[in-house]
């Protein structure tokens, strides 16, 4: 049966949503992920060894909050792709073997709050981060579960070179060429007025 | 030769080639690049939580 429109929940606005880096203090006995693929792995993950990977620097974990409950959490860390993982023009224009990224390593969503805009928040807060944060970023990068691979490439990522035959395929969202594109319709938006 | 890629679906012929030639020269959409703004937004919005 289709859904309603009744039946559709509404999005949480982005201003009632806030992150907060992960601390022992968090309680997560309540979070939960869902039973689909990868779900208990996500789970598995924030509530068993997202805390001591922080904690080793290999990767920083924010709770998404709403309402004073965690809703979702994302988990960036610094990485690289290798020119030849990406496309021919990246081989040419510069001379460096490999590109600055961030990686998202985890993002997930709770259960009972899927469909609320909570993950294209955290992923929005993702390419924020990559465009205007403190250190030189080009790409962003995601090693998506199958069921999350339209999400990212909705939101303009696309395979990199050598994992188009991997099912399903490391996805990268070039920011660089946000930026010239944003900035080049900037520009012209303004000539037009 | 346009090869024939995995993405969910298998895509060939004037399919592939389309999706190729939107890689190679890959563009934004409106709504990606509002979206684009939109991070920012989030973002600098966010910036004192972090």
């Known amino acids: ?193 | 030769m346009i090869k024939p890629m995995r993405l969910h679906v298998d895509l060939k012929g004037e399919d592939a080639k389309v999706f190729q030639n939107n890689r190679d020269n890959q563009t934004f959409t409106p709504q990606q690049l509002a979206r684009f703004e939109r991070a920012r937004k989030v973002y600098k919005e966010h910036l004192h939580e972090f």
Request: glycine share 6%; proline share 6%; with cysteine.
């Open chain 1, 1 to 193: 049966m289709e859904p309603t429109a009744d039946s559709i929940p509404d999005p949480i606005p982005h201003t009632e949503l806030s992150t907060e880096l992960l601390s022992a203090e968090h309680d997560l006995t309540c979070f939960y992920i869902g039973d689909e693929p990868g779900d208990k792995d996500l789970e598995d993950f924030i509530k068993t060894h997202a805390l001591q990977e922080q904690e080793d620097l290999i990767g920083k974990t924010r709770v998404c909050l709403w309402n004073g409950e965690i809703v979702g959490f994302i988990t960036l860390a610094a990485s690289s792709i290798r020119k030849d993982n990406l496309h021919r023009r990246y081989q040419t224009v510069r001379g460096y073997p490999v590109y600055p990224c961030i990686l998202i390593g985890r993002l997930a969503v709770a259960k009972n709050k899927r469909d609320r805009d909570i993950g294209s928040f955290l992923l929005d807060l993702a390419i924020g981060i990559a465009f205007d944060g403190p250190v030189g970023c080009m790409l962003l990068r995601v090693d998506p579960k199958e069921n999350s691979v339209n999400f990212y490439t909705k939101a303009g990522f696309v395979p990199m070179e050598k994992e188009k035959t991997r099912n399903p395929p490391g996805l990268f969202l070039d920011i660089a060429k946000v930026k010239k594109v944003w900035c080049d319709s900037r520009l012209n938006s303004d000539h037009t007025k």
